[in-house]
C-alpha cells in the first residue's frame, strides 16, 4: 500500500527556515515522481515544488531561490527546505506521489494520485 507521511512543520517568524520531510512506504522511492503543494482555506491547492524520477525539479515562482526540494533514497524521504520564509507561505503542506506525471503537470494536484495527511507551516511577521 503506498503511503506517504508528512512532518517538520511549526511556527517560525518571518525570514526563517524550516525543514519539510515526506517518508514513502510501499513503493521504491525511485520509481515515483513526487511533489510539494499547499493549501489556505478557502484556497486551491496549488503545487510548490516538484521532484520528477529523472531528478529534475520545478519549482512555482512564487518560491523560486527560497525552496529546495531534494530526495534522501536511502531514507524514502523526500525534503523541502524553506529559507527566508514570508507570512503569505503559511499553509498546509501535503506531499504527493505518482508513478507517471508528464512534465507540464508537475505542479498540478491532478496529476497525482497518492497524498499526505499534510503538515501545518505558520509564519508569524
Known amino acids: 500500500q503506498v503511503q506517504v507521511v508528512e512532518s517538520g512543520g511549526g511556527l517560525v517568524q518571518a525570514g526563517g527556515t524550516l525543514r519539510l520531510s515526506c517518508t514513502a512506504s510501499?513503493?521504491?522511492?525511485?520509481?515515483?515522481?513526487m511533489g510539494w503543494f499547499r493549501q489556505t482555506p478557502g484556497k486551491e491547492r496549488e503545487g510548490v515544488a516538484s521532484?520528477?524520477?529523472?531528478?529534475?525539479?520545478i519549482y512555482a515562482d512564487s518560491v523560486k531561490g527560497r525552496f529546495t526540494v531534494s530526495q534522501d533514497n536511502g531514507k524514502n524521504t523526500l525534503l523541502l527546505r524553506m529559507d527566508n520564509l514570508k507570512p503569505e507561505d503559511s499553509a498546509m503542506y501535503y506531499c504527493?506521489?505518482?508513478?507517471?506525471?508528464?512534465?507540464?503537470?508537475?505542479?498540478?494536484?491532478?496529476?497525482?494520485?497518492?497524498w499526505g495527511q499534510g503538515t501545518q507551516v505558520t509564519v508569524s511577521s
Open positions: 521532484f520528477a524520477l529523472n531528478g529534475r525539479t
Open positions: 510501499g513503493f521504491r522511492f525511485g520509481d515515483y515522481n
Open positions: 504527493a506521489a505518482d508513478a507517471w506525471v508528464p512534465f507540464s503537470a508537475r505542479l498540478r494536484q491532478t496529476a497525482y494520485m497518492y
